[in-house]
Each structure stands twice: as structure tokens, then as C-alpha cells.
């Protein structure tokens, strides 16, 4: 098992991780931050979910960022050098996700292919490189083409930030009644059929 | 006023500044809002609507067609002796110019949130604070928050200065647009809002609009009069200084948590101060912290009081720096020195023979990205600055196209 270690850290400031988010507008990047942070609160640790703020609209490239730390997370600049890239979208142009990785950078990307074809395309090995179906899988359960709750669920299971029941919580929490039920549903699927080998979290 | 320390419960929830201030809202027993919407303040009174809505609140919210009118409903409310709260940003805080000095002129204690935001033309939705430093002379008590934490707590003790009567002076509560204003993290609420009531109960001994005791609000006051007026304003605001010091040392009596008017981090022997403000100062802060433990003598500090203005923490504070160097998001345009907090350190030591060197930089217009490597370029160009034993003379405008300095 590999293990996160280049998470980064600040000063005298404890291991910390940075997620970043890229998708298209309606897709839900900005949604999944959110989703994840707070499941990280619930779960007693500090957590930051913002996006980058742009004149959004549908089908624009849209960022979005998570830290989650176990302490309190001060800066409120924009993750220029992440831990973790997930790519809603596919069809993003690379470039954009690739900007200010690092050589430990893990990426888990919403894709048909395997793990080893996505590695070979973006030059990264392939220990490094997670893939979901997540778009099959939002048809399947929400009948809509968004992946942001399978994603969560797909990036808890590569690295284990969060509990699993904490995710789902922030997802009900998100999503009132019945579309949290099947958003909750999205979120486990994606969990079991994320493709890749999984990462340990320093204790 | 003794207040009993009580154990408080809380609830630690994920809540963006608009939302912990909605919750503030709520919890300080809010009886009118009324509020026009405008990014990216507008989700500070959707959840408050939703409050009401659920009953959680019990409110009257009045859609007004134009922040102008927003502001004179909180005022025409806040006549009548209610609780008066509306919010606002960028343009919206610009169109309530007016009203800004008629709430302040029949000394109002309405509260007001501002989500900062730069101002048109060319239209940015994004960060800055030109908005909140054109309110500097409308009398406004001006605190400004630099986390979702502090913008709730700020919240229910602007309801305690405003109110006092040595103050009844309005109360803005600033924070950083979109850095702030969308940014999920945690906050803690209490479980049972009754503390937070008993903390700040409404002051209903002012002089108020009542069919028993009628009398008339903003006349005409004739040269004869209006100069006292104003004078009773410079005296309120002096009063207010002291009030917020106060009601903060209380607050962290009853809830564990205050602030003081001026936070500061690592000045121990700190040869070179930045000073700045609102939510950015945490970058600043991790910046510092790593400058620090590569054996750099930088330290920092974020304002907390804009209005009145702490000139004595000021001075306590910076006093002891061989330069200091204030980071501002609005520029005075056509000052020498155009950093409007930068002008205020300057004239707070005017005078002072043992006063720092004193640098005025300009960051984040528009929202430019700061991150601790820009923190850190401004330390390296200080500590050249403190080798030439000379501070530039006019303003740094940081990280612009096609400007560099040596």
C-alpha cells in the first residue's frame, strides 16, 4: 500500500491535505468540496471547502478546493500545489488539472478506462491514478449525469479521509429527502467500484 | 455589568460567514431584516428568510426594491425601538451612502453585515475592500472579522455596543467576500440560544417612536445646533472604543471565545510588523509562522476595530517595530500614501520620534491571488527596506502588471 506522505504541511502545523476540484459548471465540483468538508467537521476534524470563485455557468471549467487538517486551517489562499486532483469531467483539457501537481499527487478521475490507460496519458505512474464510472453510475441511481456525491464517495474509499457514514451524513444533510437517498446510494457505488490501488492515510 | 460564567453547549457546525451570521442573527433574536439581494452577500439573508420561514426566527423580513430602501427600512424599524439587521456589499453598500449617515446622524443601533467586494467599473464580483473604506465617515462602528467563528460572535456584540447607551451608533460587521462568504468551516453555535439572549437583551430605555410618548426624529438642526450634533458622534465613537474592548472581555467571560480589537502573532522581537485585515490574515499568518522558523524577526497583526480606529493598541502593538507594513485591499485613489489603513498607522504616529518606519502596500484588488509566497516576496522586499533604513514614500502597488520595485 502506498502511503500519502508529501501531504502537505505547514510550518509547525500538522499534516494537512489538499483536494482540488475540477469539473464543469452543473456538474457539482463545487457541491462535492463542500460534501467532504463537511463530513471531515462531523467528524471532529478542521476542514476548508471553497470554490474558485469565477462567473460560473453551465459546462465552464470550474474549480473547486477542500483542506482538511487535524488542526485548525488558517490560510485562505487557493491550492496551487494539491495532494489530491479529482476530475469530475473527462473531457477537461489535462492542463488544467495538471497545473502545480507534485510528484506524490494522487488523481482520481471520472472515466471508463482503467487506471493504467489515464496514468500513460498524463504521463503519471500508475500507483497514482484512481478511475470511477461515476457518470454511469449518476445515470444508474439519480437518472442525471451528476457525479459530484459518487466522486466523494469514490475518493473516500482511494484515500480514507472521512468515514463512509460521516459522507453519507453531510450528503442527507446536503440534499433534503429523497434526493439525499439516492445521492447516498451514488456515494456507496462509487465506493466498491473505484479502481485503483488504495492509499493508507498517515495516522 | 457582572456577568454569571455559565457552561455553554455547543453545536459545531459547517457554516460559511454568511451562514454563521444568519445563525448570530437568529440567535440574537433579530425583529426585522430587510434586505435586497447582491453577490455574495445574498445567502446571509436567504437562510435568515429560511429561519423565519421554519420558525426558528420570528421576524418580520421586508423586500425592498434597492439597498437604498433596505437601509431605510432598518432605520424606520430601528425607530421604533426593534432590532433592525439588513446586509449588503460592493455597489449595494455604495447606493446606501446616504442612509449610512442618517443611521448613524439619529444614532440607530441597526446592525449590518458587509460581504467586501470590489466595486464597478469595470464590474469585479470578486474581493477587495473598496466598498467598506468608502463607508469610513459615515459613523459607522466598524468591525471586521477574519473567520465564519468571528462573524458570528461578531454579530452579537455589535447588538451590545451598538445598544449601549453611551454608544447608540450603528455597527457594520465586515469580512472578506467569497474568501470568507463561501468558505465552509467550522463553527460552533450554541445548542440553546437562551445565553446568547440573556448576553445581549435589547435596550428598549432609548428614545424611540411611541404614540404615548410622542416626539420627532431628524429635523432641521440650524447652525446654531448641528455642529453639537456631530460633536455628540465624535464622543459616541470615542465611547465606542472602549465599549467594544468591553463587550468583547465579556463575551470571552460568558462564551470562551473574544478577540480584542487587534490580533497579533509572533512580535516577540519581530524587527519587521505586517499589518493587515479580514480573512486573508490567516495566509499572512502561515507565511509568518514558516518565516519564523527559517529565524526571520517578522511578525503580524490583523485589525480588528476599523472605527473608531485603536490608535492606543496601535501604538502598543506596532510601537515596538524597527518597520511596519500595512497590507491593504482598497486604494485611496490620488493619496501619496493610498492604503487607507496605511494613512491611519502613519497618522496614529505622527510625531512619535521612537515611531517605526512605516510601508504602505497594496494586495488582493479584484481578488489578485494572495498566497504565503506573496506574503513572503513582501518580507524579503521589507527586510531590504530595513537595510536601507528608508521607507519608500509612496504606496507599493504589489503584484500589478508592469510595475516592479527594487
Known sequence: MALLKDATSVGRIALRYEIRWHGRG?????????????????????????????????????????????????????????DIVVVLDPSLPKELYLAGVKDSTIFLIN???????????????????????????????????IVNTAMVGALVHVVPLVKLENVKKAVLETFPGRLGEVNVLAVEKAYEEVAGKLVEVNP | MAV????????????????????????????????YPITPQTTVVEKISEFIANGELDAEMIHVESEHSALSAAVGASATGARAFTATASQGLELMH?????????????????????????ISIWNDYSDLMNARDASWVTLIAGSAQEAYDSIIQAYRIAESPEVMLPVIVAYDGYIMSHTYEPVLVPEDNTVVREFAPKNFNR?????????????????????????????????????????????????????????????????????????????FKEAIEKLRENGKKVGVARLRLWRPF????????????????????????????????????MSTFYGDPDAPMI????????????????????????????????????????????????
Open chain 1, 26 to 82: 452543473g456538474q457539482g465540483a463545487v457541491t462535492a468540496s463542500m460534501v467532504l468538508a463537511m463530513a471531515a467537521i462531523y467528524e471532529g476534524k478542521y476542514a476548508q471547502a471553497f470554490p474558485e470563485f469565477g462567473a460560473e455557468r453551465r459546462g465552464a471549467p470550474v474549480k473547486a478546493y477542500t483542506r482538511i487538517g487535524d488542526e485548525p486551517i488558517l490560510t485562505r489562499a487557493p491550492i496551487l500545489n494539491p
Open chain 1, 111 to 145: 472515466t471508463k478506462k482503467s487506471p493504467r490507460e489515464i496514468a500513460e496519458d498524463l504521463g503519471v505512474p500508475v500507483e497514482r491514478v484512481y478511475t470511477v464510472d461515476a457518470t454511469k453510475i449518476a445515470l444508474e441511481v439519480l437518472k442525471v449525469p
Open chain 2, 4 to 35: 454569571e460564567t455559565k457552561e455553554v453547549k455547543w453545536k459545531r457546525l459547517p457554516l460559511s460567514s454568511n451562514y454563521a451570521i444568519a445563525y448570530a442573527v437568529k440567535d440574537v433574536d433579530v425583529d426585522v431584516v430587510s434586505a
Open chain 2, 98 to 122: 446616504e442612509i449610512l449617515h442618517i443611521a448613524s446622524g439619529l444614532r440607530m443601533p441597526v446592525v449590518m453585515s458587509v460581504a467586501t467586494r470590489a466595486l464597478s467599473a469595470p
Open chain 2, 207 to 283: 428614545f424611540r417612536l411611541d404614540v404615548d410618548r410622542p416626539m420627532t426624529f431628524g429635523t432641521i438642526a440650524d447652525p446654531k445646533w448641528y455642529y453639537e450634533f456631530k460633536y455628540q458622534q465624535v464622543v459616541a465613537m470615542r465611547n465606542a472604543y472602549k465599549k467594544v474592548k468591553e463587550v468583547d472581555e465579556e463575551y470571552r467571560e460568558v462564551f470562551g471565545r473574544g478577540y480584542g480589537v487587534i490580533e497579533t502573532c509572533c512580535l516577540e522581537d519581530a524587527d519587521i510588523v505586517l499589518l493587515t485585515y479580514g480573512g486573508i490574515y490567516g495566509t
Open chain 2, 310 to 345: 485603536p490608535a492606543e493598541d496601535i501604538v502598543k502593538t506596532l510601537g515596538g517595530a524597527k518597520l511596519v507594513v500595512v497590507a491593504d485591499r482598497a486604494i485611496s485613489y490620488g493619496a501619496r500614501i493610498s492604503g487607507p489603513v496605511a494613512l491611519e498607522v
Open chain 2, 359 to 406: 510601508m504602505s502596500v497594496i494586495v488582493g484588488i479584484g481578488q489578485r491571488t494572495v498566497t504565503e509566497n506573496t506574503v513572503a516576496e513582501i518580507v524579503d522586499y521589507s527586510f531590504r527596506v530595513l537595510e536601507r533604513g528608508k521607507a519608500p514614500r509612496e504606496t507599493l502597488y504589489w503584484g500589478v502588471r508592469g510595475v516592479s520595485y527594487e
